[in-house]
Every structure is written in C-alpha cells, then in structure tokens.
C-alpha cells in the first residue's frame, strides 16, 4: 500500500468491516429489562402521544363521510383507543411478546371507503342512521376478516411462510413498511408549514444535537425529545390560534393549523366505557367481506415487517417463525374485537410506535404496556382525552417524518448479513425495492385521477382485492423479494450466504437458541400447554 509520502499504513483492524450483530447493540433497556417506574410512566404516556396520530388521523377520515358528526367521531375514537389498549396487551403478554404498540391502520380505509360508497346505502336520508348503518356493515366485514388471520396465525400457516424468509428478503419488507408510508410525512406538515416545520426541527434537535451538546449523564432530552417539541409546537400553535391568526384563514388552513378545530373536546363525554355490539347488531355481505379480508392479508405482511423492526430495535434475537406466526393469530383477535366493539378500521402494528422505540432507545415491554394502560384509561375520560386528540395534524405528521425513517432505516440494516457485491443480492434488492415503490404509485396516481382503481370490473369486491393488494408498498416489496430470493437458484451454496440464511439459521426454530426462550415465552408457565416449535 503505496501511502502519500511517509503517512503509515493504516492498521489492520481498521481495515475490518463492521461486524454483524444477531442483537442491536447500544439500547439502554432491552424488552426484559423495564428503565425504572418514574421514567417508564413516562415513557408510556409518549407513546401514547404517538399512536394517537392514527387513532384520530383515521376516524377524522371516514366518520364525516359515513354521515357522523362530531359526537360519532368522538365515540369511534374513543372506541379505536380503547380496543387499540386492549390488543396491545394482548399481543405483548400473549402474542410475540415484543413492545409493539397495535393501532389503527390506514391498510382498512380502502375497504371502509368502498362499503361508505356502497350502493345500499345511498338511498338513506337520515344521516344518523346512515351513519349506524354503514357502521354495521364494516364490522361484519371485519369480523369475517379477522378469521383470515385468525386462521393463518393459530394453525401455522405463516410459520411455514416465514420459515423461508432470509434477511435479503426482509429487507425491501421492512424497509418500505418504513419508507412507503412517505405520503404520510411533509405532505401532512406541509398543510400547516408554520406549525409542522418547527416540530420537525426541534424534535431533530432535541433527540440529536442537544444531548451531544451536554454530555449529561442521563439521557434526558433524547429519550424524551417528542414530549418536548410537541409540548412546544402545540403551545406556539395556541398561542397563534387565541391571537387570531387564522381568523381570515381558508377553512382548509383552519382545519389543519387550528388547535380548536377538531371539535373533539365539546363532542367528547366526560366519562364512556365503550362496549361491544354499541351500534347495533353487525351486518354481512360477501362482497365487503371479502375486500376486508384482502386488507386483512396486507396487513398481515405489513405487521411482519413492523414486528421484525420491533424486535430489533427492543434488541431481541430475530424471532422465531413460530412466534411471528402466533403474533398474527393475536392480531387477528384484535380485528375480530374491533368487529365487535365498531372502530371502522382493521389494526396492524403500529409503525410510529415501533421508530419511537429508536429514538428513545428504550425497548422495553413494560413501557408499552403502560401506554396501552393510558389508551384505556383516556378513552373511558372522555373530556381528557380529547384534549390530546386535539393536536394539530402538522405536528403528527413531523413525528412520523422521523418514525418511519427510523424503522425503513431498520430494514436497510438486515444488508449486513448479505453480501453486497453478489449480483444476485443488486438484482433481487433493487428490482424488489422499485417495484415496491412503482406499482402502488401508478395504482394511487390512477385512482386519485379517476376515483376508482385501475382494476375496474363489475364485481366491485373483486377490484377492491386487487386494488387494495397492490396499493401496499410493502406488500408489494416483500412479495417480490420473497418470490425471486426462493425461486433462483437459492440450493446454490454461494446463494444461501449471498442472501444471509445461515445467519437467521439457529432462530428457524423456537428451541434452537437459549435467548428465544428468554425473550418470547408466554407468561405463567403457558409455554406448557402451548409450547412453541
């Protein structure tokens, strides 16, 4: 090595790559060990904060259009958080056991949408009942589609799927679990710039510059950067309200910029215990059932790979097919109880929750089981939890900027244990990734030019599977890559390292490796009479 004049050779170990790492190092508390009850208090009401974003974002979406107004919108999330407490807890003491947070999913809108649109009910004047009408028939849908999952999660049908997927192939999965959701990011800030944009400043330099700033011993203002900037911005964000800024403002830039303008907090009963069946008995048709059930399936691959981010950003070992497979059966329950309590959405894990995860560095279990313990506690008062409800949109829309960057950036990490200079791992890895990205643009860019999907037949339930299928990022992605990653020549030695399957090899199967047993086995001693394979 012909160094420029006498510089020195530069060591050997300097010249070794990066070395790969089955656990994600450099996370203060692991999903065993729980930071202590103060902080994990504190932890869990921030994410809270988070998933309310999708809790109300969703609601706000289909309530006006299913003829409700403010009090029905109050009601439904009230209801979507009460449910989202409930599978939450449901899925980290008896599903995969990770501090997953499971919310509302953007996933179920198309279906909704398309049973809001149905021809049933546009002769319905009264739109109360309207409202109650169309609210049945989503609930029979997603009751019919809860068994998909139901099904494909307890028998071990997913098990045998995952079985096959190598870290190349979880790649684009993961990745555009993360990145596809873009649309969701500085389209939302930018529809109040005033707002969204100092929220996405502070949090970045809050989380990020500040704590390098002050080497403080305890990590402070990082691991609690999103209770800071949104205490801030929301302020700022009153303060602009109550000194009239927006009093000649379009309706458009109230809606979004005004922190008064959700008109929850009036709607809002002060005290409410949602229930099952408080809509009246659920209706089923086949059609809307079946366009559910495509939701349903997406949404079983998009919570695999938010379940695969969780696990590694809560530094557990990958998880065991088994587990994931029993994490579905879980998620199916919590659609089946969105079916019986009416939140007019399916859920899947929520993906701002999981890049909370990496920016506190926290993974711990109980602090998800905290802020689920807030999501039910807030949505029996009313009255207060309506008052976070009432963030301005803008300010959600900067968290998941950095939320969802951090969990694509999780799925970019599985390439360490690939070899990048295959020519096999280029093709699967860039052809999968585009095609993730190319074919739900074209299905989105077609249906906002329309209004409907490029599939357009006389069987309406047959266009919502396909459109719906095709509009995920990740599904698309995940599908490519799994396809091509099983189908060429994957018994060729050098293919099995290029895709990094020796590396997942030892966590195929539950008993295999000491610290599965640590991490994902079921509580009170059920692993006895559900052992997991």
Known sequence: MAGGGGAAAPKQDELQPHPVKDQLPNVSYCITSPPPWPEAILL?????LVMLGTTVIIPTALVPQMGGDNDEKARVIQTLLFVAGLNTLLQSFFGTRLPAVIGGSYTFVVPTISIILAGRYSDIQDPHEKFIRIMRGTQGALIVASTLQIVVGFSGLWRNVTRFLSPLSAVPLVALTGFGLYELGFPGVAKCIEIGLPQLILLIVFS???????????????????????????????FLTVGGAYKNAAPKTQLH?????????????????????????????????????????????????SFIAVSRYASATPLPPSILSRGIGWQGIGILLDGLFGTASGSTVSVENAGLLALTRVGSRRVVQISACFMIFFSIL???????????PPIIAALYCLFFAYVGSVGLSFLQFCNLNSFRTKFILGFSLFMGLSIPQYFNEYTSVAGYGPVHTHARWFNDIINVIFSSEPFVAGFVAFFLDNTLHRHDSASRKDRGYHWWKKFRSFKTDTRSEEFYSLPFNLNKFFPSV
């Open 257 to 305: 910029c005004r922190t008064d303008s959700s008109g929850l907090v009036g709607a809002a009963p002060w005290i409410r215990v949602p229930y099952p069946f408080q809509w009246g008995a659920p209706t089923f048709d086949a059609g809307e059932a079946f366009a559910m059930m495509a939701a349903a399936f997406v949404g079983v691959v998009e919570s695999t790979g």
């Open 44 to 48: 869990g009401f921030q994410h809270y």
């Open 382 to 392: 009313g009255k207060f939890g309506a008052v976070f409800a009432s963030i301005p």
């Open 208 to 238: 990020q510059y500040i704590p390098h700033a002050i080497h403080s011993e305890k990590p402070v203002f990082d691991r609690f950067a999103v209770i800071f900037s949104v205490a801030i911005v929301w302020l700022y964000a009153y």
